[in-house]
């Protein structure tokens, strides 16, 4: 990877596109006291080096609920019998084929892994189940935890403000 140093305006177009990335490039410019053409090469470097990753629309549950009825969201631990490189990545592959796993994460101690899921409804939590765990022979235990209240749920990574950048290569 090329090394890439980010200054304060970097930072400020970061932040301010995490909270809304389908604002102008004017008023973005606007925000961050840059011109409209500084600003926009900034965010092409900043895409050209990866430092975006994405950008998306966020939906709201509540209003697709009014649409499609609520769904069901879990968190759910998964733990493996053997836990060699192999057969993480094996399970891993086998989660990136599924659309309702909304997030996997690989973690220790405890469960090898935890999944963010979305369904419809049970019968469609039943068959994701079915085919990332039980048919899997590798899956020795798996605990499901059904979401009753989102309290929180944020996209944005914390941004250092000050003058005092930590050093990025």
């Not at 900034?42 to 609520?70: C, H, N, T, W, Y």
């Not at 590798?138 to 309290?151: D, E, G, I, L």
């Amino acid at each position: 990877m090329n090394e890439f140093t980010l200054d304060i305006i970097d930072l400020q177009l970061l932040d301010a596109l995490q909270k809304d990335a389908s604002v102008s490039n004017q008023a973005l410019a606007d925000q961050v006291h840059v011109s409209p053409p500084t600003c926009l090469r900034r965010i092409k470097r900043l895409r050209e080096i990866g430092m975006v990753a994405a950008e998306v629309a966020i939906l709201s549950p509540d209003v697709l609920a009014r649409v499609q009825g609520f769904g069901l969201h879990a968190l759910v631990e998964v733990s493996l019998d053997r836990q060699g490189a192999e057969e993480l990545d094996a399970f891993e592959a086998a989660v990136l084929q599924h659309d309702h796993v909304q997030q996997c994460w690989r973690v220790s101690p405890g469960p090898d892994f935890v999944l963010v899921v979305y369904a419809h409804d049970m019968p469609g939590y039943l068959a994701l189940t079915h085919k990332l765990f039980t048919s899997q022979g590798n899956v020795r235990n798996v605990k499901t935890y059904f979401a009753t209240k989102c309290s929180k749920f944020v996209t944005r990574i914390p941004l250092p403000k000050g003058p005092h950048l930590p050093h990025q290569a």
